[in-house]
């Protein structure tokens, strides 16, 4: 972790430098990717055909993916996995659009875990309990999970900010590319809709060798370990952790995402939480959620005494809404 972040700070300094103004930059999968490159060619898959993913939207973090993105004097796509404090300030004060994706952070662990096993460059990563203790400690290539959705989220509610989960991707792939396409300013005709949900499927990702990574040398991937595209299902994390990992993960989750005001598809009924925070400022580092005050204990009544009313609304008052999320 602490290499990764002395490297990232060498290439920062140039990208803050040399970045042209991309179109728009997504976080989170590389199922986005693809779904937004369908999206950039009205659905038309030759381009996903013939144009390694890595290609069509430049990884920022790494040094290749630097040099392309600066080779290409407009880039329209640029994909990162980096925190909101270490994503170069530039950016934010450009016009380009942000996707972030959210996902199950069980599922994450879970899915790093494997990509760990293949990717060279990591380091092993030993038992998934050992593994599972680094990640919900933030010692994992782009630090805390929970930090970065944190940090991230904080900027919800801007014009040019879009956040959805992998979940929704999931559940609901056709409203989630209208959605998309409504905050690309990008609209797409019932045709080339169909077009963007059919080619953008798991099925047909992991039989693109353009998509799959199977183009990758073996210096980079040992894909003998098991392919890079595995299942592509919410909840496989049920395969892996014990129930007694879920449940240690579940404390930690609940402490560290208490207080930021959003609910995602994996949390249990009735446990969303509360006291959303005003949104935070492009690039600043992301606060800490404010403590509760202790509530001030009251005498006991004494027998006998009526006890005190509690003033109701006025009749056809409303109760208070609860805030929601601009993008759902």
């Not at 060498?10 to 976080?27: D, M």
Request: include cysteine; proline fraction near 12%.
């Amino acid at each position: 972790m602490k290499k990764f972040k002395k490297n990232h700070k060498k290439s920062q300094k140039k990208s803050e430098k040399n970045l042209k103004n991309p179109k728009f930059c997504i976080l989170g999968t590389v199922w986005m990717l693809e779904i937004l490159s369908l999206i950039r060619q009205d659905g038309d898959p030759r381009w996903c055909r013939s144009v390694p993913n890595w290609d069509r939207g430049p990884w920022l973090e790494t040094l290749l993916g630097l040099r392309r993105a600066r080779a290409n004097a407009r880039p329209r796509i640029i994909s990162s996995h980096l925190p909101v404090h270490m994503f170069p300030k530039s950016f934010f004060g450009s016009k380009a659009k942000v996707i972030y994706t959210v996902r199950d952070p069980k599922d994450v662990l879970v899915s790093l875990f494997h990509f760990a096993r293949i990717f060279r460059p990591y380091r092993d990563p030993g038992s998934l309990g050992d593994f599972m203790d680094k990640f919900l400690q933030g010692d994992v290539p782009f630090g805390s999970w929970f930090q970065h959705v944190r940090g991230w989220l904080q900027l919800r509610g801007r014009e040019n900010f879009f956040w959805i989960s992998y979940e929704e991707l999931q559940q609901d792939l056709r409203g989630s590319v209208q959605r998309l396409c409504s905050f690309l300013c990008h609209p797409l005709s019932p045709a080339a809709l169909d077009a963007v949900v059919t080619n953008a499927s798991f099925a047909a990702m992991s039989h693109n060798p353009m998509s799959n990574f199977s183009l990758s040398p073996g210096f980079i991937l040992d894909q003998n370990r098991g392919p890079f595209l595995r299942k592509g299902i919410s909840g496989d994390w049920r395969n892996h952790l014990s129930p007694e990992q879920s449940r240690r993960f579940d404390l930690v989750y609940r402490e560290r995402m208490e207080g930021l005001g959003v609910s995602f598809p994996w949390d249990p009924p009735g446990t969303a939480p509360e006291t959303p925070q005003e949104p935070q400022k492009m690039g600043e580092t992301p606060k800490d959620p404010p403590k509760t005050a202790p509530e001030t204990p009251q005498e006991p009544q004494k027998t006998g005494e009526t006890p005190p009313k509690i003033p109701q609304d006025p009749p056809g008052t409303d109760p208070p809404k609860t805030p929601q999320d601009p993008l759902k």
